[in-house]
């Protein structure tokens, strides 16, 4: 499994949102990840076509306060990668055999939770833990594949009877968001983090003093830069055929994380809770 904190994944999913410059020693790192503890910052300067300074704020965009630290973190995860972790993600390709498509879906799928798990902020979800645990109302919000994970959000916590809904389209977004108010909890699923109808819904819970958690994909972002807590997650990079499926898998895993960790704290209070929804749904189901 990839390690915690692992760099070039950061690199790759931050990559799109840097500046030009920053992208051009981006690209080159991730095309030559070999030979990148290897290069002085004059080196990695030069190949790059940008400057020392150029280099020096790169490694400081990503959380580096100098360039040896950043060097140092580079070889880590370098040596934590085997061969399998090295492979690229493998998209949809028309024509594909149905064996192929199996394998290459079952492989993006761990992968993007394999992903996450490596540079996904355990402090942040600590700190989601506890405010889903603090509040009895949480609101998800959230537009297309986002919306349904917005919906399994929804499913779980209602069984452990906490008060939440799930809002997947922009005008119900807006009212439930005004309706929010201190101790709730505003929820948003954006893997782009730019979504306009979730942005605007995030400006009016944060001015209602509702905390704002944020699941997207790490990168910079007008949702990660605003919410209070953010969780990122890592998916691949591959084409519209294969659409959000990746991400939605890694969202999915994340939501799971919250809910069980939420359930494993305050198991003696909501104990009653799974045990009637279970009983209440097994009944039904034998009918």
Do not use: W
């Not at 100098?66 to 140092?72: D, L, P, Q």
């Not at 005004?178 to 605007?200: C, H, P």
């Not at 991400?247 to 305050?266: C, K, N, P, Q, Y």
């Amino acid at each position: 499994m990839a390690i915690q904190n692992n760099i070039l994944l950061k690199i790759r999913d931050m990559k799109d949102s840097m500046t030009p410059v920053e992208r051009l020693v981006a690209e080159y790192i991730l095309a030559n990840t070999e030979e990148i503890p290897h290069l002085s910052i004059k080196s990695l300067a030069q190949f790059s076509r940008t400057s020392d300074a150029s280099v020096l704020r790169f490694c400081k965009t990503l959380g580096y306060s100098g360039y040896r630290s950043f060097i140092v973190s580079i070889s880590a995860s370098l040596g934590s990668m085997d061969e399998e972790q090295k492979d690229e993600y493998t998209d949809i390709q028309p024509g594909d055999d149905l064996n192929v498509v199996i394998s290459n879906i079952s492989y993006n799928n761990m992968k993007s939770i394999e992903d996450t798990l490596s540079i996904i902020d355990r402090g942040a979800i600590a700190k989601a833990v506890q405010a889903l645990r603090d509040t009895n109302r949480i609101v998800f919000f959230g537009i297309g594949a986002s919306g349904l994970v917005c919906m399994d959000g929804e499913q779980k916590f209602s069984r452990i009877n906490k008060m939440c809904h799930a809002y997947t389209d922009g005008h119900s977004q807006l009212t439930a968001a005004t309706l929010l108010g201190k101790g709730d909890v505003a929820f948003f699923v954006s893997n782009s983090g730019d979504t306009i109808e979730i942005l605007e819904a995030l400006e009016i819970t944060q001015r209602a003093g509702a905390t704002s958690i944020a699941l997207t994909k790490f990168n910079k972002s007008e949702l990660a830069d605003k919410a209070d807590i953010v969780l990122s997650i890592s998916t691949p990079e591959v084409t519209i055929r294969s659409g959000a499926m990746g991400s939605r898998i890694a969202m999915l895993t994340v939501i799971d994380i919250l809910f069980a960790g939420v359930a494993s704290a305050e198991y003696p209070n909501i104990k009653k809770y799974l045990l009637k929804t279970h009983n209440i749904l097994a009944g039904k189901h034998r009918r």
